[in-house]
């Protein structure tokens, strides 16, 4: 069932402790005549669990999305049904929420802006942080200058370090996929309310999502398409979805010293096993144990889970157009 289609729906599966065979997906939200997308799982503090969505009417493209919003008191098992969240036309979820150090929820999002009444086709989607301060029950809406064209920021916040050189260390930071198919984008925040204007980084962007987290050692690890408009062959193709590579950045993702690839697209059988060539969307986290925890679109025909560590991304390398560099360089790639 493809993108946009009536019907398409959300599902979840689980890893149960210990075991390394996933659950059969389950459904838990779907429409005839609606496409939804994008979800976004979040354990609140207290452990309930909430899982928000995009909504939009089957066919009609993104204009007139909006986000909805589901809760599970039982780990899971069981789902409220859905409620409209975030209602203004367009908008779109796909990162995970930020608990802010005072409890506040910050969810990042965007928005399709053709959706907006009176903005023309040609405005540029745009990106925007909600942030709750009553536990999901309402929101605010902060804007982030210069953006037009940025999307699906992902936040994360960056660990405390002691010195006085790091007295001017943001405390949160995003990044950002890019319409522009360019490059990643960067803003910081000082609170999570605030932010900078973006700027681009030396990681390259093909119009596709982004994976991020902080670990335990500080730095943060990067998942991503490691291609651009550049590499897209003949004057109107998009830019490849291949390779999938992972990075490490030590200074809040200004350098990016060790890159290498999961996914290549060149792997043996890869050119028989069906499906497009591409390897998209991933996500990102760090198990208590130091495992990283990568999952990503494997060929539009299902979806890849890999277990690696940190020591595994240093001894690697890339074909891809980004190679590993630990020289500090401006916002001019």
């Avoid at 919003?69 to 209602?87: E, I, N, Q, R, Y």
């Avoid at 979820?93 to 959706?115: E, H, I, K």
């Avoid at 004057?235 to 490490?248: D, H, V, W, Y």
Wanted: proline content about 8%; charged content about 20%.
């Amino acid at each position: 069932m493809r993108e946009g289609a009536s019907g398409v729906a959300i599902l979840v599966s689980r890893l149960k402790r210990g075991s390394d065979q996933w659950t059969s997906p389950v459904v838990v939200d779907q429409q005839v005549g609606r496409s939804f997308q994008n979800p976004v799982l979040f354990e609140a503090p207290g452990g309930k669990l909430w899982l928000f969505h995009s909504s939009q009417e089957a066919d009609k493209g993104e204009s007139n999305a909006i986000v909805l919003c589901l809760t599970s008191d039982d780990g899971g098992a069981t789902w409220s049904s859905a409620k409209p969240v975030f209602t203004k036309a367009g908008a779109f979820d796909r990162q995970p929420l930020t608990v802010l150090p005072n409890g506040d929820w910050l969810l990042p999002m965007y928005y399709s802006a053709a959706g907006q009444p009176s903005a023309p086709s040609s405005v540029p989607d745009y990106p925007a942080m909600q942030v709750s301060s009553d536990h999901g029950t309402s929101w605010k809406e902060y804007a982030i200058p210069g953006a037009q064209g940025l999307v699906q920021p992902i936040v994360l916040q960056l660990p405390k370090r002691r010195g006085s050189s790091e007295s001017s260390r943001p405390e949160f930071v995003a990044f950002f996929r890019s319409r522009a198919a360019d490059w990643i984008y960067r803003s910081t925040s000082a609170n999570g309310y605030i932010w900078t204007t973006p700027v681009r980084t030396r990681l390259p962007n093909n119009n596709a999502s982004i994976g991020a987290a902080v670990l335990k050692d500080g730095r943060i690890v990067m998942a991503f398409n490691n291609c651009s408009r550049a590499d897209a062959i003949g004057p109107t193709a998009r830019p490849p979805r291949k390779p999938l590579s992972i990075a490490l950045s030590a200074d809040g993702g200004i350098t990016w010293p060790w890159v290498r690839d999961v996914q290549t697209g060149t792997e043996p059988g890869a050119d028989t096993a069906g499906g497009s060539d591409e390897y998209s969307y991933p996500s990102i986290v760090q198990s208590e144990d130091g495992s990283l925890h990568l999952s990503f679109t494997f060929r539009r025909l299902t979806i890849k889970y890999i277990v690696l560590d940190e020591n595994w991304i240093e001894r690697g390398g890339t074909i891809g157009r980004f190679q590993a560099s630990a020289v500090a360089h401006s916002d001019q790639p």
